[in-house]
């Protein structure tokens, strides 16, 4: 063989391999937006991870995902999102609140969103739960919803309270509905109910130490990811001023908690990041509601408290911590 027919066919031998890796599709990148921060959101990337693997997606192997945390400031979320936009990632999913969507959607009408937030379809975020419309669907934890149980569920632990306050961010989107139904509820139960405005750790100290001022004697801490990434700040105030608190995510210490499940939730929109990666559109899937809601009492922290946790609690709880 002459050397230029050789030198010719080693060329298109060495070539062949390289063009066809070219032409192999992109791993798709899931870019996941988060309000909250990555220290308490170990538990909720695993069951995340679960519902993308239910689906047939394992990280590092034929999808990856590009993290942006938020770590509870919100005025972060929307550069957070357009760098994921910028890095032309697959899909976006939006945690830890609807403020995260709003974010991601402001972003883009173009890539497909994931979202886990409150009543998405009230706040304009979707056309409706059945059918979306655009570029965003996910599931609904009713955070907002469940805020009036969780006051009925305080007051029984604490039937004799005078004044409950609600924590509440009115920087959430969902504030004005919270607050207002959250009146409702309590109207209808005959209980005063002292609206508390937060925006800062600063002011999360500033109100615990003001409380007995105030007269308020327990306190329902409202559904929002300020709220969960200072979970131990809230924990540990309350414990130091013996205030009596609900909360809204699973607080270690905490005296009483009660939630829509979020590792099923995350697991759920894994699932739904996956199905939407094989081809279907997020407008055309419907919001998910949650089916699954925790209630978790903690008897020691009741006992330091001094008060006894009525045996209707503690039958209908999923957990209960001696």
Same mark, same amino acid.
């Given at each position: 063989?002459?050397?230029?027919?050789?030198?010719?066919?080693?060329?298109?031998?060495?070539?062949?391999?390289?063009?066809?890796?070219?032409?192999?599709?992109?791993?798709?990148?899931?870019?996941?937006?988060?309000?909250?921060?990555?220290?308490?959101?170990?538990?909720?990337?695993?069951?995340?991870?679960?519902?993308?693997?239910?689906? !047939?997606?394992?990280?590092?192997?034929?999808?990856?995902? &590009?993290?942006?945390? #938020?770590? %509870? /400031?919100?005025? *972060? $979320?929307?550069?957070?999102?357009?760098?994921?936009?910028?890095?032309?990632?697959?899909?976006?999913?939006?945690?830890?609140?609807?403020?995260?969507?709003?974010?991601?959607?402001?972003?883009?009408?173009?890539?497909?969103?994931?979202?886990?937030?409150?009543?998405?379809?009230?706040?304009?975020?979707?056309?409706?739960?059945?059918?979306?419309?655009?570029?965003?669907?996910?599931?609904?934890?009713?955070?907002?919803?469940?805020?009036?149980?969780?006051?009925?569920?305080?007051?029984?632990?604490?039937?004799?309270?005078?004044?409950?306050?609600?924590?509440?961010?009115?920087?959430?989107? !969902?504030?004005?509905?919270?607050?207002?139904?959250?009146? &409702?509820?309590?109207? #209808?139960? %005959? /209980?005063?109910? *002292? $609206?508390?405005?937060?925006?800062?750790?600063?002011?999360?100290?500033?109100?615990?130490?003001?409380?007995?001022?105030?007269?308020?004697s327990a306190l329902v801490i409202s559904g929002d990811a300020f709220f969960d990434s200072r979970r131990d700040l809230l924990v540990a105030l309350a414990?130091?001023?013996?205030?009596?608190?609900?909360?809204?995510?699973?607080?270690?210490?905490?005296?009483?908690?009660?939630?829509?499940?979020?590792?099923?939730?995350?697991?759920?929109?894994?699932?739904?990041?996956?199905?939407?990666?094989?081809?279907?559109k997020p407008a055309e899937l419907p919001i998910i509601q949650p089916t699954k809601f925790e209630l978790i009492v903690n008897k020691k922290t009741a006992?330091?408290?001094?008060?006894?946790?009525?045996?209707? $609690?503690?039958?209908?709880?999923?957990?209960?911590?001696?």
């Amino acid at each position: 063989m002459r050397r230029r027919q050789f030198v010719a066919l080693f060329g298109a031998a060495v070539a062949w391999p390289l063009a066809g890796r070219a032409q192999q599709p992109a791993m798709p990148v899931i870019g996941f937006l988060s309000a909250r921060s990555p220290g308490e959101s170990t538990l909720v990337v695993t069951a995340f991870r679960q519902g993308l693997k239910e689906a !047939g997606y394992l990280e590092g192997q034929n999808v990856h995902t &590009a993290f942006r945390w #938020a770590e %509870g /400031q919100y005025d *972060r $979320l929307p550069a957070l999102a357009a760098e994921l936009v910028e890095t032309q990632v697959t899909i976006i999913f939006a945690a830890g609140g609807t403020i995260t969507g709003f974010a991601a959607k402001a972003a883009t009408s173009t890539i497909p969103i994931v979202n886990i937030g409150s009543d998405p379809d009230r706040l304009g975020l979707v056309a409706s739960l059945n059918r979306p419309g655009g570029n965003v669907t996910g599931i609904s934890m009713m955070t907002w919803a469940l805020t009036g149980k969780r006051l009925e569920l305080l007051r029984e632990l604490l039937p004799g309270s005078v004044v409950i306050g609600l924590l509440i961010n009115p920087n959430s989107p !969902g504030a004005e509905i919270e607050s207002r139904e959250t009146q &409702a509820v309590a109207a #209808a139960m %005959g /209980q005063q109910i *002292r $609206l508390l405005d937060v925006t800062s750790e600063a002011d999360i100290r500033a109100i615990f130490a003001s409380l007995s001022q105030q007269r308020i004697s327990a306190l329902v801490i409202s559904g929002d990811a300020f709220f969960d990434s200072r979970r131990d700040l809230l924990v540990a105030l309350a414990a130091q001023y013996a205030v009596p608190t609900i909360y809204s995510f699973a607080a270690p210490g905490g005296l009483i908690s009660y939630a829509a499940s979020v590792p099923d939730a995350y697991r759920q929109a894994g699932g739904y990041v996956g199905r939407i990666l094989k081809g279907e559109k997020p407008a055309e899937l419907p919001i998910i509601q949650p089916t699954k809601f925790e209630l978790i009492v903690n008897k020691k922290t009741a006992k330091t408290l001094g008060l006894t946790v009525p045996q209707t $609690l503690l039958t209908t709880a999923d957990e209960v911590i001696e």
